[in-house]
């Protein structure tokens, strides 16, 4: 693993888990015990039922790409050698919605509605990012 100079997420104890299951390349995000929602964004309470009880479901890592924009300019000094780079929205097989990076592929060839899969980039000891590919990758 060489130097990582670029932002890294905040972990604190509501989003750990789900670092937890990164740093095993395994997708996990909360499900309500109560009505069986599946949420992301990580939160403390169920947006469909307010129920405080949940468990982390594994994910396929399956989805599509739903929106994604191409950045052509550093807006951190730490990524300009990454330009151009697609940040994405990706419309996971099993519901929600996930912003992330699409990799293995060039930016030319991202198109809405793109089959992607789960490819995680293990950037420090501490930290594995979810960032998405092509599903034939």
């Known amino acids: 693993m ?5 932002p890294l997420p905040v972990i ?3 989003n750990q888990p789900f670092w937890e299951f990164c740093k095993k390349h395994e997708l996990r995000i909360q499900k309500c015990r109560q009505c ?39 807006y ?3 990524f300009k050698d ?8 990706i419309q996971l097989a099993e519901g929600p ?9 060039k930016v030319e060839d991202v198109k809405v509605e793109m089959p992607v ?3 995680f980039d293990d950037v420090t000891a ?3 990012l979810p960032k998405f590919g092509p599903v034939d990758l």
């Open 117 to 119: 899969k789960v490819v």
């Open 36 to 74: 069986g929602y599946t949420r992301y964004p990580i939160s403390i309470v169920c947006p469909k039922c307010s129920s405080m009880e949940a468990e982390w479901t594994p994910l396929s890592g399956r989805g599509s790409v739903y929106t994604f924009t191409v950045y052509r300019v550093a």
């Open 76 to 78: 951190h000094p730490s």
């Open 12 to 14: 604190d104890s509501e």
């Open 2 to 6: 060489a130097d990582y100079n670029k």
């Open 126 to 128: 501490e930290v594995t």
């Open 97 to 105: 919605r996930m912003e992330s990076n699409i990799v293995g592929c």
């Open 82 to 89: 990454d330009i151009p780079y697609v940040v994405a929205i």
